[in-house]
């Protein structure tokens, strides 16, 4: 099923998300957890991506393994380096084993690479190629906090009109911390006229080890108040794990109260994670 038919139903929806493992070993693990997270039923499930790495063959595969279970994949993609005949190579797998969706990425820049000699410089470059390939329902990445190499949000805004002009139909999200932040960034897309679906990524941090990572790659502003409660409970792992997950919880209940009616999930392999923010959401999901 195409993701866009999923959450264009307007009643609200959860999906959570997967990455592939970084060494082969490492698959059977990744699987079953993938499989216990489809045991929830959430909407649909996203698979991570690894640029260039020997494993990156195993997003196909698990999202082909998510379609067997009933649960509609959306399989990462990113660009960066690639060549046009190695992306239509994996969109023809793709497509050969019943992936409809695929979030189009353009991929961390590696350092010293020249951007102007590349293939494909931009998401909206990989958008394209995709929607001249056919077939798939396309998504794309936007950061309500602009994307790090931005100069400023209106430029970002400016990118992100051309990456849907490109063939993207929804957008997902960088994990926010402030929900006013998504609601000032959705109002920005409307007044640019992007009116494509966006659904909210929201990152459950359930140890304070995460929390340095997190900011550095995304850039996301922590609030005061998540603030106090890594302080307060950083130091006891089971505890930050149930404050992680009712900070997420309540972030979500008033995106959905706020008419953000698709939230994902970065589940993060973690199918105990996923299992207790769905339960906390039961009766709203109902
Ligand atoms: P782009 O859309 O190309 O944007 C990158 C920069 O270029 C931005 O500053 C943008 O404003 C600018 N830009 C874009 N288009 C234009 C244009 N036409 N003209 C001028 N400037 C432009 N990484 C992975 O490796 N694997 C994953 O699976 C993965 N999944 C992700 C999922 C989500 C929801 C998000 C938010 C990020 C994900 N990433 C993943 C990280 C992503 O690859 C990085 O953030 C990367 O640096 C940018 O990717 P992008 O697709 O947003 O790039």
Known sequence: MKITDIIKRGKPTLSFE????????ALEGVRAAAAEIAGLSPAYMSVTYGAGGSTAGYTAEIASSLLALGTTPLAHLTCIGA????????????????????????????EGIDGNAL???????????????????????????????????????????????????FLTTQMFFDNSILYNFLYRLLRRG????????????????????I???????????????????????AAMKQAGIAFATEQIVDLYAN????????SMNKPDVAAAIYANLSEILA
């Open 119 to 169: 293939s494909f410089r931009h998401a909206s470059d990989l958008a394209e190629e995709i929607c001249s390939f056919g077939g798939f329902c396309i998504g794309g990445a936007c950061y309500p906090e602009k994307h790090p190499e931005s100069t400023d949000s209106d430029s970002d805004v400016e990118a992100l009109a051309v990456k849907v002009a490109s063939g993207c139909s």
């Open 83 to 110: 060549s046009r005949e190695s992306i239509r190579e994996k969109l023809t797998d793709l497509r050969a084993r019943g992936v409809e969706n695929v979030l189009a990425l353009r991929g961390d820049l590696p």
């Open 215 to 237: 900011c550095s790659i995304s850039g996301a502003a922590l609030p005061a108040r998540f603030l106090r409660i890594v302080e307060r409970y950083g130091d006891n792992p």
């Open 259 to 266: 008419g953000v009616s698709a939230v994902h999930v970065y």
């Open 194 to 213: 992007i009116d494509v679906p966006v659904v909210a990524g929201i990152m459950p941090v359930t140890n304070a080890a995460q929390i340095k990572r």
């Open 18 to 25: 997967v990455f592939p493992p970084k060494t082969d070993s």
